[in-house]
């Protein structure tokens, strides 16, 4: 005899489940039998007991569940066939990958809108600026809120890393600029003033030593971070200066002003070197492009990038501009426009290129962020980021991770695949 696949109380309901079936149907003689045979004598069915009815009930939920089994495999056997016949999509390369929705966080707690939102350059840490006088210090990775800076008493406009992430510059409405130690818990170590109106813009130099700052006294100031002594002051926007970013080397800064004119100056004179005409409205936002883009950029004006040229490519050759026309003009160092990037329904805020070079990201009071292609100069990707204004965008380089900041008082962060 072999052996039996069921355990002995399984046999046990087995038999009284046959036992129960062959009384109710009336198989007196067999009942009899197999009750002797599976010494169950002390067995009286009824339908009080467990096994009453229990055998027909087996045998359709099984016949049933034959039949599930078939529909499913008959369904899978279409999926398997459209799966075969779809298109496939060309998997990207990790250096190309884009923000997608939808936002893998949204982090709340400021009161009052986003004005600037930055990535510390080491650690998984993010910082957001805001009108409500605050900077708030989140996880990126978690979502998770760890800590607000307080000190300012107006609006903080904008913030910045040093390049080794153990400082963080801050420039608020109230005409100060702080600097905060991250090595100290984040106490504030410095605070300096010198503008005679708001700081609208705040940025380490790459070599870490220095500070730029842009204000609405239509000033741009640079401070050595040692002493916070203010070691220059560069004159020459009409209007208020909105916004400054150096170059990759340091030796060049781009600001942008209510005069509707971007600039170029060169660091260590202080001298104009370009002066960028052609917006025809505020210029909010302006950006170098790194030089991994230049070949991008040369592609997008007709210059075969493979084409050997004796100079060596130097940070600061080309510069991206945003404005409230609602455009976004690529420049040579010449001051000469290249490009006109045209999409946004309105201002545009924030410009950031993407680490690969290849796209510029945007983002606009019309509550969207563009992807834009440089070698096509066409926009290949719309994103509706947020419910409000998008005043600022970020991108992190060390992990593939997008924040934007908004008037509706929320920070996004957009993973990229």
Not at 368 to 393: N, P, Y
Request: charge should be neutral.
């Amino acid at each position: 005899m072999s052996a039996s696949v069921l355990s002995e109380r399984q046999r046990d309901e087995l038999h009284k489940a046959i036992l129960d079936y062959l009384f109710s149907n009336g198989f007196t003689e067999s009942f009899n039998s197999l009750r002797i045979e599976t010494k169950n004598t002390d067995f009286n069915p009824g339908p009080k007991q467990k096994s009453a009815g229990l055998l027909e009930k087996k045998w359709t939920s099984v016949i049933r569940l034959q039949k599930k089994i078939m529909d499913l495999e008959k369904q899978n056997t279409a999926m398997q066939e459209e799966l075969s016949n779809a298109p496939v999509r060309k998997v990207t390369s990790s250096v190309d990958w884009i923000p997608r929705p939808p936002e893998r966080w949204t982090l709340s707690g400021h009161r009052d809108p986003i004005t600037r939102v930055v990535f510390h350059p080491v650690f998984t840490v993010i910082a957001s600026a805001s009108e409500d006088s605050t900077i708030r210090i989140s996880d990126y990775e978690s979502g998770e809120y760890e800590r607000t800076l307080k000190g300012h008493t107006k609006a903080v406009q904008d913030i910045a890393f040093d390049a080794k992430g153990n400082l963080l510059v801050s420039c608020s409405n109230d005409l100060s600029i702080k600097i905060w130690d991250l090595q100290q818990d984040y106490k504030c170590i410095k605070t300096l003033f010198g503008h005679d109106h708001s700081v609208s813009s705040v940025t380490f130099l790459p070599s870490g030593d220095m500070i730029a700052s842009a204000s609405r006294d239509k000033t741009i100031k640079l401070w050595e971070v040692a002493t916070g002594f203010c070691t220059k002051t560069i004159s020459g926007h009409l209007e208020w200066v909105r916004y400054i970013e150096p170059c990759q080397d340091g030796r060049l800064l781009v600001s942008c002003s209510t005069d509707q004119t971007a600039r170029v100056w060169d660091v260590s004179s202080g001298e104009c070197k370009l002066e960028l005409r052609g917006h025809d409205n505020v210029v909010e936002c302006a950006a170098f492009a790194p030089i991994v883009s230049y070949p991008f950029i040369k592609e997008l004006i007709g210059i075969d990038p493979k084409m050997a040229t004796r100079d060596q490519p130097t940070p600061g050759q080309y510069t991206a501009t945003g404005s409230r026309d609602k455009t976004i003009k690529l420049w040579d160092s010449a001051g000469q426009i290249l490009h006109t990037l045209i999409g946004h329904d309105n201002w545009v805020r924030g410009l950031v290129f993407h680490p690969s070079g290849k796209f510029l990201l945007s983002a606009s009071d019309d509550k969207t962020i563009k992807i834009w292609d440089l070698k096509s100069g066409r926009c290949m990707k719309t994103m509706e980021a947020h419910q409000h204004f998008v005043t600022c965008i970020a991108f992190n380089t060390t992990s593939p991770v997008v924040a934007t900041g908004s008037v509706d008082l929320t920070v996004k962060l957009w993973q990229c695949r």
